[in-house]
Nanobody, 122 residues
């Protein structure tokens, strides 16, 4: 499967942004999906994950501000980012996992998108 992330950009602190990740293939609904981010000098971390049954998880740092969702008919997973902070600045990646669940360990994902830059100005 191929993943194409989009929607990044420059946003002021307190603003909103919606990231999209479009997937190719007919079996998108069976994948677990994750949004990761990686800031310079830091490890890649799970921001939000969603199972094929639409169960979700979030990093503590984004709970209450970010929402992950999926529209299987569109082969797309979204990350709605509200009340963004300068510390949310990073390259954001979407990833797919064959087993239909999510993991915090990025090494357990099977497919990756190319990344989209999010920059939050103070």
């Amino acid at each position: 499967v191929q993943l194409q992330a989009s929607g990044g950009g420059l946003v002021q602190a307190g603003g909103s942004l919606r990231l999209s990740c479009a997937a190719s293939g007919r079996t998108f609904s069976t994948y677990g999906m994750g949004w990761f981010r990686q800031a310079p000098g830091k490890q890649r971390e799970l921001v939000a994950g969603i199972t094929r049954a639409a169960m979700t998880t979030y990093a503590d740092s984004v709970k209450g501000r970010f929402t992950i969702s999926r529209v299987n008919a569109e082969n797309t997973v979204y990350l709605q980012m509200n009340s963004v902070k300068p510390e949310d600045t990073a390259v954001y990646y979407c990833a797919a996992e064959n087993g239909g669940t999510y993991y915090r360990n990025p090494k357990l994902y099977d497919y990756w998108g190319q990344g989209t830059q999010v920059t939050v100005s103070s």
